[in-house]
């Protein structure tokens, strides 16, 4: 199994970004498929991630009202659009994926996931 982040770069704050995860090898219909990332300095966070058998969808406080994730039907792709980015959203992102069924407690803890992919950086400054 593999996991395949894309679409990082450089924006100035403000900027919108999406980023793509496409999966090989496994399809996570039933499971859960994430994102999170880690600045430099820093431990890896929670960003969100979206629950495939009712499509609920989780945020990390600092990200609520600017991010939106997504899944595509077949379970083996996932987005993650950055709306209004600011400087702290610096970081490599890492999606992630998960075929168990998560209770929502368990969601925002990357231990849940059992791959990941390699990360796409993000780096938003003027």
């Known amino acids: 199994v593999q996991l395949q982040a894309s679409g990082g770069g450089l924006v100035q704050p403000g900027a919108s970004l999406r980023l793509s995860c496409a999966a090989s090898g496994r399809t996570f219909r039933r499971g859960a498929m994430g994102w999170f990332r880690q600045a430099p300095g820093k431990e890896r966070e929670f960003v969100a991630a979206v629950r495939m058998r009712d499509r609920s969808t989780y945020y990390g406080d600092d990200v609520k009202g600017r991010f939106a994730v997504s899944g595509d039907n077949a379970g083996n792709s996932w987005f993650l659009q950055m709306n209004n980015l600011k400087p702290e959203d610096t970081a490599i992102y890492y999606c992630?994926?998960?075929?168990?069924?998560?209770?929502?407690?368990?969601?925002?803890?990357?231990?849940?996931?059992?791959?990941w992919g390699q990360g796409t950086r993000v780096t938003v400054s003027s």
């Open positions: 992630a994926a998960t075929n168990a069924g998560l209770i929502t407690s368990s969601m925002r803890d990357g231990i849940h996931y059992d791959y």
